[in-house]
């Protein structure tokens, strides 16, 4: 079935660090991809997603690219803020099937640091 | 839009009580979802419905567990009899269609003492 992994957590960070969380997939035909955040006390939002492959996603000053030939949708951010302090999450969706739905990884909290 | 509504965002009850959840979806979303999140199991899909039918009901823990979807507008997750174990924070998500871009909700959190 489908699968999303993402890197084990959690992720500390002092502020302007570079930030990349992994992930990869594993999927039938072409999935969409999508990276969630969950800030303290709140539900899940959508960050960034990409639709096909090569299409890179971005939002915030996070990007992600759809990378069909090594299966992954790495997250990045040049330069982190303590304001970015959050679970992240990894998800897929297959379209197509009465059972099409989207798939999550376990998630990472990110902290950063002043 | 006032996004996906849950109600109440807190409840603290007995074990063996009853325990009803409320959502309301998006407006002319199709898809509903029912979540668990936990610090032990991460975020856990309960059920789902599609057009008000339940299509997947693989993640509902036990019996104790029911979900229903009277109309486009309004969903509730009863657990009966409650215990310890289900303190979780619950989310409520819905989509345009089923494999399409989530909104949640803010969540329930459930204690059951």
């Known amino acids: 079935g489908d699968s999303v992994t993402q890197m084990e957590g959690p992720v500390t960070l002092s502020e302007e660090a570079f930030l990349t969380i992994n992930c990869t997939y594993t999927?039938?035909?072409?999935?969409?991809l999508f990276w969630y955040v969950q800030y303290p006390g709140e539900g899940l939002q959508l960050l960034l997603k990409?639709?096909?492959?090569?299409d890179k996603g971005s939002n915030k000053g996070f990007e992600a690219t759809y990378r069909k030939e090594t299966t992954s949708f790495h997250l990045e951010k040049g330069s982190v803020q303590v304001s970015d302090s959050a679970v992240y999450f990894c998800?897929?969706?297959?379209?197509?099937?009465?059972?099409?739905?989207?798939?999550f990884g376990k998630g990472i909290t990110l902290s950063v640091r002043p | 839009d006032a996004g996906v509504i849950q109600s109440p965002r807190h409840e603290v009850t007995e074990m063996g009580q009853e325990v009803t959840l409320r959502c309301k979806p998006i407006?002319?979303?199709?898809?509903l979802f029912w979540y668990r999140q936990t610090m032990m199991r991460g975020l856990e899909l309960l059920i789902y419905?599609?057009?008000?039918?339940?299509?997947?009901d693989s993640g509902m823990p036990e019996d104790r567990f029911s979900a229903k979807m009277p109309n486009a507008s309004f969903s509730t997750l009863k657990i009966q009899p409650s215990e310890p174990r289900d303190s979780a924070v619950y989310f409520c998500?819905?989509?345009?269609?089923?494999?399409?871009?989530?909104?949640f909700g803010p969540g329930t959190r459930l204690l059951v003492l």
């Open positions: 998500a819905s989509s345009l269609r089923q494999e399409e871009t989530q909104y």
């Open positions: 999927a039938t035909g072409y999935p969409s």
């Open positions: 990409a639709t096909k492959a090569d």
């Open positions: 998800a897929l969706s297959a379209p197509g099937g009465a059972n099409s739905k989207l798939t």
């Open positions: 407006s002319g979303h199709n898809s």
């Open positions: 419905f599609n057009n008000n039918v339940p299509i997947d």
